[in-house]
């Protein structure tokens, strides 16, 4: 077996670095939705990837307001020994790490995916140029205007729930989505898609990537209005780049 | 941030390194697996892995049948790529591979779980001590014994469809789920389980990692007769390990 041409030959392939593990659920189903909403039809034509599943890195929200352990250094350890394998780009299935996007990208020799450009991308994919986007996500995400700024520079406007809408439905789903309770996270959920819809938003984002787990895609279209997932945008971003 | 201590307790956790690709979904539905079965309740509780998902390995059973590329070179590329970066363990989701099981695990310094002999901890664990189980899987796996010879040490007799009906209902499946058509992929499987149970199978083990694709969970009830799933099993022995 010669491993020296072997070697040569997988490198020349690129491949996608992927920092899953946050949590570990939204790693896994962002790898099946890169398989998922491709157009290959054999194995063979997929993209190569690797997924650095870390559930251990620290809570994210909790990091940042400086309530728990410092996520960054985990999150530039697996970064890192992504690109050190070769990765040809950084994909980062968790929105609430996209607080630290500045600080990792600037790190790193290869471009870093970006979930909000990515979603933004999907709206237009989908033929919604303007209008309310309703945001759904963490606390920390949404308090501290992850989406916003990037949504008003492309010309939408939006809308997201009060403090203790996301606590008792997007945060609430979120937690039951970690703790392996997917089917009890689809009713708050899904009643937070209601009230964004009630208020006026055209479109609702799902922007925490636990959120798609909670609101599989079959159920979708039951709910009345278009929802922009931030899974699949990151994957369609993914293949975008491959 | 003190990069080199971080280094020191990532290093100091195992993790799983995961030899994917084959095909590409089955690799990402590992992982969703490890993470479903799991017990944890929160992202920090789960099991730290790497999936190497290589969709570009050369087809498995072709290559054991000298019609195609060599895939061994291209494993062995992926288990010594996880094994440097630290894995303490691999776990391969794909049963053909397993034809290679020798070659790799001797040329590797840590466990290879086999997918087999997970299995057959899987039947163990559903209370199914003798019998005869039907095996669903790939003409390779089946005609060369992967499976058989493991469950006659172990007590079990077996069963396998005939060569036509590999043809007709598991190799139809598969590769329907490698071509991203997974509710087509459904009549075929479930027509073969059907079969193995009319001819006195007490178990149908779905014994490539595609069929479990095919026969969603919340279908498997419906069959009438227990299914040993060895994406599952192989993920309840990485847990085992871990």
Redesign the interface.
Known sequence: ???SA??HT?HE?R?LGVLG?????A???F??R???L?N????????????????????RSKGYAKLGP?P???M??GVN?LVS?GAGAIAIPCNTAHLWYEQISAAVQVPVLHIVQAVIDDLRRQGIHQGCVGLMGTSATLRLGLYQRALEKNGYRWMMPTETEIADYCSASITLV???RIAEALKPAAECVSILKSRGADVVVLGCTELPLALPHPIRPGLGIPIVDSIDALALAAMDWY
């Open positions: 077996m010669d491993i072997l070697n997988c392939g491949f593990g946050m949590g570990p659920m790693g896994a189903s790898m099946a890169l398989v998922a491709s290959a039809d054999c194995d063979q034509q997929h993209l190569p990837a690797i997924l650095w599943s870390d559930p251990r890195i620290p809570g410092d960054l250094p985990w530039m350890h020994r394998m970690g703790a392996n």
